[in-house]
C-alpha cells in the first residue's frame, strides 16, 4: 500500500522567516509526485509536479525538490498569503489514482 | 472560462435520504474523480472514471453510487447506506495523455439534518 507521510502537521512562522515541508512516500514505481495548495473550504490548488529524483520546480516563494524517499517544499521569505494547507500526493503503478497526505497546515503572521 | 464547476456548495441530507452532488467540466478531459475530505485527514477516493462509461471504487466506496454518460459529467450519489456522510467532497479531472495532473473544483460540503 502506498504510504505518504507530511511534517510537521502545522506551522507557525513569522512573516519572512524561511522553512521548509516535507513529504516522505513509500511506493513501488513512483510515476509522479504533486504538490497542491488548499485554503480553507475551497478546492485544492496545483503547484508542481515533479517525476524523478533530483528534480526541482520554483514558483515565487515555493520551491519544491525530490529524492528517492522524500520531497520538500520550501518556502522563502514567507508573507500572510502563503497561510494554507499544503498537499502531498503520490502517482504509482499503473493507474492514474493519486495518495494523498494529511498536509502540512502554516500559518504566516505579520 | 475552462473549469470544474461542483454544486451545489452547501447540502443537507435528512436521515434515510439520498442525495447527489454534481460535478461538470469543461476541459475536455477524460478521467474524472470523487474525494472525501474529514477534518484532518487527507483526501481519500471514493470513485474514478477513466473513460465514459466505465468507472472504479477507489478505497472508500461503500455508500456512494457514481455514474458516467457523458465526458463532461461525474455525478455522485451519497445513498443512505452512508452512516457518516458529514464531510467536503472535492471533484477532480485530468487529462491522462498529458502529465495527469488533477484539477479540483470548488467542492460541496454536505451535513446530515
Known amino acids: 500500500e502506498d504510504q505518504v507521510t507530511q511534517s510537521p502537521e502545522a506551522l507557525r512562522l513569522q512573516e519572512g522567516e524561511s522553512s521548509s515541508l516535507n513529504c516522505s512516500y513509500t511506493?513501488?514505481?513512483?510515476?509522479?509526485l504533486f504538490w497542491y495548495r488548499q485554503d480553507p473550504g475551497k478546492g485544492p490548488e496545483f503547484l508542481f509536479t515533479?517525476?524523478?529524483a533530483g528534480e526541482e520546480k520554483e514558483k515565487e516563494r515555493l520551491k519544491a525538490t525530490l529524492t528517492k524517499k522524500e520531497s520538500f517544499l520550501h518556502i522563502t521569505a514567507p508573507k500572510p498569503e502563503d497561510s494554507a494547507t499544503y498537499l502531498c500526493a503520490v502517482q504509482a503503478g499503473g493507474n492514474n489514482r493519486l495518495a494523498f497526505g494529511k498536509g502540512n497546515q502554516v500559518v504566516v503572521i505579520p | 472560462d475552462g473549469g470544474i464547476t461542483q454544486s451545489p456548495k452547501y447540502l443537507f441530507r435528512k436521515e434515510g435520504q439520498n442525495v447527489t452532488l454534481s460535478c461538470e467540466q469543461n476541459?475536455?478531459?477524460?478521467?474524472m474523480y470523487w474525494y472525501r475530505q474529514d477534518p484532518g485527514q487527507g483526501l481519500r477516493l471514493i470513485y474514478y472514471s477513466q473513460i465514459v462509461n466505465d468507472f472504479q471504487k477507489g478505497d472508500i466506496a461503500e455508500g456512494y453510487s457514481v455514474s458516467r454518460e457523458k465526458k463532461e459529467s461525474f455525478p455522485l450519489t451519497v445513498t443512505s447506506a452512508q452512516k457518516n456522510p458529514t464531510a467536503f467532497y472535492l471533484c477532480a479531472s485530468s487529462d491522462s495523455l498529458a502529465k495527469n495532473i488533477q484539477y479540483f473544483g470548488a467542492g460541496t460540503r454536505l451535513s446530515v439534518l
Open positions: 476541459l475536455n478531459h477524460d478521467a
Open positions: 511506493v513501488s514505481g513512483l510515476r509522479g
Open positions: 515533479l517525476y524523478s
